[in-house]
Each structure stands twice: as C-alpha cells, then as structure tokens.
C-alpha cells in the first residue's frame, strides 16, 4: 500500500509563493513518474506538473509554466512544487500522485497515476 501526503498549502496573496511538499512511503518513488495536479470546486481534476522517474522530462501546463517548477528528491522520496507569481486563478486544493507504470515515459493523464495524496488547499487572495 502505497501512501502519499502532501503538505505546504495555506493562505497567500496575489504574487506570493508556496511550496508544496509530498512524502510517498510504500513504494521506491525513485523508480516512478510522478505528478501534481489540482480541483477546484465544480472543475475537473487537472495535472499542473509531472515528471519522469528521473526527473529527466517534466510537463508543466499553460497557465503555470514559468511560474511553477516540480522536483523530486529521490533519495528522501519526496517531491516538491515550488510556486511563484501565485495568481487568484491557482486557488484549488493540489494533489501529489505517483504513476502506475515504473521506469515509464512521462504522463499527464490522472488514469496513469494509482496512488493519490488526499490533497493540501491553496488559496491565494487579491
């Protein structure tokens, strides 16, 4: 049983940042793509970043490239979410999940992904 926690989330202005922060214990994350996405209510769950096992490819989506920078520390099996400029629009609860597939290519779909955080609130004010 995998587990995954994510934490970090909080309150911000607009232009602040956070850094969201996720532990998996379970499984050697090192060998598994991992993902963050987020909901906001009535919408669908979205990636907001992925990257390999390796870290080699990364995906970020339109409305955060440049403002957000996924990373992973395999040796601490943590992965991270750095996010700059925060924006009104990034209000949404974020989710960490690792991928199903190990040693597999980069994946943005959440049906690739079989182990979930329960998820951390972001709310950025204006």
Same mark, same amino acid.
């Given at each position: 049983?995998?587990?995954?926690?994510? !934490?970090?989330?909080? %309150?911000?202005?607009? *232009?602040? !940042? %956070?850094?969201?922060?996720?532990? =998996? +214990? *379970?499984?050697?994350? /090192?060998?598994? *793509?991992? #993902?963050? $996405?987020?909901? =906001?209510?009535?919408?669908?769950?979205?990636?907001? =970043?992925?990257?390999?096992?390796?870290?080699?490819?990364?995906?970020?989506?339109? +409305?955060? /490239?440049?403002? $957000?920078?996924?990373?992973?520390?395999?040796?601490?099996?943590?992965?991270? %979410?750095?996010?700059? !400029? %925060? /924006?009104?629009?990034?209000?949404?609860?974020?989710?960490?999940?690792? =991928?199903?597939?190990? $040693? *597999?290519?980069?994946?943005?779909?959440?049906?690739?992904?079989? +182990?979930?955080?329960? #998820?951390?609130?972001?709310?950025?004010?204006?």
């Amino acid at each position: 049983q995998v587990q995954v926690v994510e !934490s970090g989330g909080g %309150l911000v202005q607009t *232009g602040g !940042s %956070l850094r969201l922060s996720c532990a =998996a +214990s *379970g499984r050697t994350l /090192k060998w598994y *793509g991992v #993902g963050w $996405f987020r909901q =906001a209510p009535g919408r669908e769950r979205d990636v907001v =970043a992925a990257a390999t096992w390796n870290g080699g490819s990364t995906h970020y989506s339109s +409305s955060v /490239k440049g403002r $957000f920078t996924i990373s992973r520390d395999n040796v601490r099996n943590m992965v991270y %979410l750095q996010m700059d !400029s %925060l /924006k009104p629009e990034d209000t949404a609860v974020y989710y960490c999940a690792v =991928a199903t597939q190990r $040693f *597999g290519p980069l994946v943005r779909d959440r049906t690739e992904y079989d +182990s979930w955080g329960q #998820g951390t609130q972001v709310t950025v004010s204006s």
